[in-house]
């Protein structure tokens, strides 16, 4: 392989692991931890498996097609075909992107002291401003980067010596003997969290404006496999640290506050400002890559231009919907809703939607005449197809008996 290509490898791979951690990782892996000690391990590496299917997907498609997923679908099924999953997914993004600003401020409230409110409006400015000044590589590569912070949860965990033979436990799921509704709703919460949508559209809008073609297939399949793989590496590591750390002493992550205790006990007073700093930077790389997502998304269904190399004058439609979700988004922290409740909502609702996303994605990949000899084989399709049932078949099951008390 090529110098230039190792490079592309090794630095997708990097922001692979920086920005697969954000507040839906963060808050459900130690929620679990906490609560289940390593019973839903099972989770993670479930929801890593698919994807990782899913992603190498969405830049297969976006390599061979030259079309993102969106366009993809609105060109070959129709826009009407097109219209539920992308307002279900704009639906769903609204509130993850305000979990992730949430996510942003309680860092900040950890390090100062000031309320999470007040520093919303801050923060979506802060965001807008990037996307509004900055172009594509720094969005993708620059604050990922930032997020390899994240693995001092890997590096606690080594420190913390857990036992191989209690991790290896939560392989295979089994249920609790008590509290089995908010069981079953923090796994379809980790699942959520881990198949998120705006991954794999955001990916393929990527591929596209760093215009790969054929010969990007094998890069993208490696960076798919390692760069998700790590990245649930170090998702686990917070739910191990978590279980580790608060599981013992009774303590359920509740606020933030609570969770930021899993790194003091390994780290002392710098764990907690890894902490923070690690949620801060994580959400702010995953908010940035949600807005981005939100505004290709909607352009790309609408024919508009769009494009983060593009000057906001040469796509305004694309610009101007960024900046009005950013703006909307930060609202619903300023008038105080629960970051972490609503996190945990938002990455159940994910679950939900799934099927309607990933629907339209299988039929193209499965499209000869659309992606030629590069369409899915049987075990791409099993997989994904099997995991969104049960990840939807949860959903449906764990939300009604969380919220309802069941």
């Not at 004058?313 to 008038?335: H, W």
Request: glycine share 10%; hydrophobic share 55%.
């Amino acid at each position: 392989m090529k110098p230039g290509k190792l490079l592309e490898v090794a630095l997708g791979i990097l922001t692979s692991i920086g920005g697969f951690l954000d507040v839906g990782a963060i808050a459900t892996a130690a929620e679990a931890g906490a609560s289940f000690s390593f019973q839903l391990i099972w989770a993670i590496l479930l929801g890593t498996i698919c994807v990782i299917f899913l992603v190498e997907m969405s830049g297969r498609l976006a390599a061979v097609s030259k079309h993102t997923l969106v366009d993809a679908v609105r060109e070959r099924l129709g826009f009407r075909f097109l219209v539920i999953p992308l307002l279900a997914e704009i639906f769903v993004d609204f509130l993850v992107l305000a979990a992730e600003i949430g996510g942003v401020c309680i860092a900040l409230q950890l390090l100062t002291g000031i309320s999470f409110q007040w520093w919303a409006l801050p923060v979506g400015f802060v965001i807008w401003l990037l996307l509004w000044k900055g172009n594509f590589d720094i969005i993708e590569n620059g604050v990922s980067i930032l997020g390899l912070i994240t693995l001092a949860f890997v590096f606690a965990t080594i420190k913390l010596h857990p036992s191989l033979t209690a991790i290896g436990s939560g392989l295979l799921p089994t249920l609790p003997k008590q509290d089995t509704s908010h069981y079953l709703f923090i796994a379809v919460s980790i699942l959520g969290a881990i198949i998120s949508p705006y991954l794999f559209y955001f990916y393929s809008s990527g591929a596209v404006e760093n215009r790969w073609d054929k010969s990007d297939i094998g890069i993208n399949r490696v960076v798919s496999v390692l760069g998700m793989g790590f990245g649930s590496v170090v998702s686990l590591g917070v739910l191990i640290v978590a279980a580790l750390v608060l599981h013992p002493q009774g303590i359920q992550v509740d606020s933030y506050e609570q969770a930021a205790l899993t790194l003091t006990q390994p780290f002392g007073y710098w764990g907690f400002v890894l902490f923070a700093a690690s949620l801060g930077i994580t959400c702010l790389g995953a908010a940035l890559e949600i807005t981005l997502d939100t505004g290709y998304i909607v352009a790309q269904a609408f024919g508009w231009n769009w494009g983060e190399n593009l000057h906001p004058k040469q796509a305004a439609r694309f610009s101007t919907v960024y900046t009005v979700f950013v703006f909307l988004a930060t609202l619903l922290m300023v008038i105080g809703i629960d970051p972490l409740q609503l996190t945990l909502f938002s990455m159940a609702l994910t679950a939900v939607i799934l099927p309607l996303v990933v629907l339209p994605f299988l039929i193209l990949l499965n499209d000869e005449s659309y992606v030629g000899s590069h369409r899915n084989g049987w075990l791409s399709n099993s997989v994904v197809i099997l995991i969104i049932i049960l990840t939807f078949i949860l959903a449906i099951t764990a939300i009604p008996l969380e919220f309802l008390g069941g």
